[in-house]
T-cell receptor
């Protein structure tokens, strides 16, 4: 079974609009962490934001916020006021507890294209 | 700058050739990982090393071997390359006290097997 599901293979968004990238996860481990990474065309993995399973507040990092709905096992990334430079692949990933040796499990990604 | 260094950045191999991808980190992290990324897919774990002297298989280990030479270095070897191993390979390290909630990625190696 898929542990991380990103249902949007691609998205087109008008510049300056907000965009939500979907991510659902599946785990029975009570201690886990959820990550979002950006991969531009140059190929490097850029860390964006992190949400721990015990965090009470939704994580925010500048224009990025994570809409964490624990009961629904959902961890959507929200980018406010999108910019042309936001065009990239976006990956959701999960780390389970220490027993998993801190492996990251990845979704298939969403290709985001920002239109001018 | 502290980080993960991968070499080479690009490589073309003929089917059946062997090569070793090198990875080194200077953050004193215990855990290191090798992932592969294929088009339309997320990263998949090939092998990992939880500490110096230990290695374990990940999701897709067939056709690969690894060596944790010391705490800094974790190499990935393709003994007899196949076209199915054409991919982008990422090395990563994890340290609980590190930035980015622990993970640091190398810049990747783009491997083509013809």
């Amino acid at each position: 079974a898929q542990k991380i599901t990103q249902t949007q293979p691609g998205m087109f968004v008008q510049e300056k609009e907000a965009v939500t990238l979907d991510c659902t996860y599946d785990t029975s481990d009570p201690s886990y962490g959820l990550f979002w990474y950006k991969q531009p065309s140059s190929g490097e993995m850029i860390f964006l934001i992190y949400q721990g399973s015990y965090d009470q507040q939704n994580a925010t990092e500048g224009r990025y916020s994570l809409n964490f709905q624990k009961a629904r096992k959902s961890a959507n990334l929200v980018i406010s006021a999108s910019q042309l430079g936001d065009s990239a692949m976006y990956f959701c990933a999960m780390r389970e507890g220490p027993g998993s040796n801190y492996q990251l499990i990845w979704g298939a990604g969403t290709k985001l294209i920002i239109k001018p | 700058n502290a980080g993960v260094t991968q070499t080479p950045k690009f490589q073309v191999l003929k089917t059946g050739q062997s090569m070793t991808l090198q990875c080194a980190q200077d953050m004193n992290h215990n855990s290191m990982y090798w992932y592969r990324q294929d088009p339309g897919m997320g990263l998949r774990l090939i092998y990992y090393s939880a500490s110096e002297g230990t290695t374990d298989k990940g999701e897709v280990p067939n056709g690969y071997n690894v060596s944790r030479l010391n705490k800094r270095e974790f190499s990935l070897r393709l003994e007899s390359a196949a076209p199915s191993q054409t991919s982008v390979y990422f090395c990563a390290s994890f340290g609980a006290e590190g930035r980015n909630y622990g993970y640091t990625f190398g810049s990747g190696t783009r491997l083509t097997v013809v």
